[in-house]
């Protein structure tokens, strides 16, 4: 079955520390992105990636750090400058074409939370 | 700066009724919207969509209404079904400059009556 899987499920932090999100996709698709949830409030876009080895802050960057070195992977890094990293974290994939109705595929997601 | 709103967080409906939800937008550049759907500790999935230029999508049980100069649409669901129960997100994507954004409102959470 084709699908993006997310792991872990859960993750919890300590202060200070760095924690990796993992997300896989096999949809073979170009574009893959990095949303965070919290409570009340709608998906905001962290970081994004239309091509291999390329990448794009979103609107909440600041305390993210990404990489993608494969079409298959875009792990995202909360690191220890993250604040307030407790949130609901989905990891989306895409066929990136521009100018039309860009349908994302989500994965399931992490709960991160703060010890 | 809030370019997609959902006003309403909560919607509860009985179920065979029809379930109505709303979204608001500023941006009169986007031109394609996206209804999802979100059940508990999982991702959203895709819904529905409209492009600017049309005033109405239909599939199945949900339609979605576009009004550009209200910059206002709408979800409709008929017959509400227990399954319906999740939180609905609206999304609207525009393009300008060589880019693509997609932007997400807050998202209502639907909840179906027996």
Not at chain 1, 3 to 13: C, N, V, W
Not at chain 1, 90 to 102: D, M, P, V, Y
Not at chain 2, 104 to 109: E, I, L, V
Request: some cysteine.
């Amino acid at each position: 079955d084709g699908g993006i899987t997310q792991s872990p499920k859960y993750l919890f932090r300590k202060e200070g520390q760095n924690v990796t999100l993992s997300c896989e996709q096999n949809l073979n698709h170009d574009a893959m992105y990095w949303y965070r949830q919290d409570p009340g409030q709608g998906l905001r876009l962290i970081y994004y990636s239309q091509i291999v080895n390329d990448f794009q802050k979103g609107d909440i960057a600041e305390g993210y750090s990404v990489s993608r070195e494969k079409k298959e992977s875009f792990p995202l890094t909360v690191t220890s400058a993250q604040k307030n990293p407790t949130a609901f974290y989905l990891c989306a994939s895409s066929i990136f074409e521009w100018g039309t109705e860009e349908k994302l595929f989500f994965g399931s997601g992490t709960q991160l939370s703060v010890l | 700066d809030q370019q997609v709103k959902q006003n309403s967080p909560s919607l509860s409906v009985q179920e065979g009724r029809i379930s109505i939800l709303n979204c608001d937008y500023t941006n009169s550049m986007f031109d394609y919207f996206l209804w999802y759907k979100k059940y508990p500790a999982e991702g959203p999935t895709f819904l529905i969509s409209i492009s600017s230029i049309k005033d109405k999508n239909e599939d199945g049980r949900f339609t979605v209404f576009l009004n550009k100069s209200a910059k206002h649409l709408s979800l409709h669901i008929v017959p509400s079904q227990p399954g319906d129960s999740a939180v609905y997100f609206c999304a609207a994507i525009m393009h300008f400059q060589g880019a693509q954004k997609l932007v997400f409102g807050q998202g209502t959470r639907l909840t179906i009556n027996p």
